[in-house]
């Protein structure tokens, strides 16, 4: 398995301001994934990140709202921008890992609440 | 597009006792790879077993077990022996073959009562 450190685990932030997460891996590893729970939901894909290219996003998530930074291969940040209250959720990145990058393992999350 | 369907939204299950967890999908590959993540109120994804399409065999992870059934696009999970620490969301999650994200379902969440 990987060790997968997420931060902040939590933070509480006002409308209409920034908060960068920052997710770090032991080992180098091609993708990472950011994903998005809401309140009493499953987790949606928001982008994946690719080092050395643009991270590629899925619909619904564009990279003005959540700019997404991925220097090297065990390093990457996720941005919330201009945040309102509807931002509110734990934010998880996931890392793939194995022969084949079969199993994917995530970090503990960072639960965010706007007010 | 690929899509993960689990139609119990809660499940409760005596302490000691067996449950099993459905979970169904849809897609169009035929290599790719078939989860389920435990996630406890700490938030943390805990990854429960996995399962790789090509392999007939069910997989097993000591009180964890699957019930893959390929033509009918059914993935089960059985957890035997329950116990107090297994309460939980539980999701059900694909993932073709290759670097890919997972495709989860909207999550079980299960109670396990003493």
């Known amino acids: 398995s990987a060790v997968i450190s997420q931060k902040p685990s939590r933070d509480i932030c006002q409308r209409g301001t920034s908060l960068t997460i920052q997710c770090q891996v032991d080992s180098q590893v091609t993708m990472m994934f950011w994903y998005r729970q809401q309140p009493g939901q499953s987790l949606t894909l928001i982008a994946t990140a690719n080092q050395g290219s643009e991270a590629t996003y899925e619909s619904g998530f564009v990279i003005d709202k959540f700019p997404i930074s991925r220097p090297n291969l065990t390093f990457s940040t996720l941005t919330v921008s201009n945040m309102s209250p509807e931002d509110s959720s734990i934010y998880l990145c996931?890392?793939?890992?194995?022969?084949?990058?079969?199993?994917?393992?995530f970090g503990s999350g960072t639960q965010l609440s706007v007010l | 597009a690929q899509t993960v369907t689990q139609s119990q939204p809660e499940m409760s299950v005596q302490e000691a006792e067996t449950v099993t967890l459905s979970c169904t999908y849809d897609t169009s590959e035929s290599d790719y790879y078939l989860f389920w993540y435990k996630q406890p109120p700490s938030r943390q994804m805990i990854l429960v077993i996995r399962q790789e399409a090509y392999k007939q065999q069910n997989a097993t992870e000591n009180r964890f077990s699957v019930n893959f059934q390929k033509a009918a696009k059914s993935f089960s999970l059985k957890i035997s022996d329950s116990q107090l620490g297994d309460a939980a969301m539980y999701f059900c999650a694909y993932r073709r073959a290759g670097n890919t994200p997972l495709v989860f379902g909207k999550g079980t969440r299960l109670s396990v009562i003493a």
């Open positions: 996931s890392v793939g890992l194995g022969g084949t990058n079969e199993k994917l393992f």
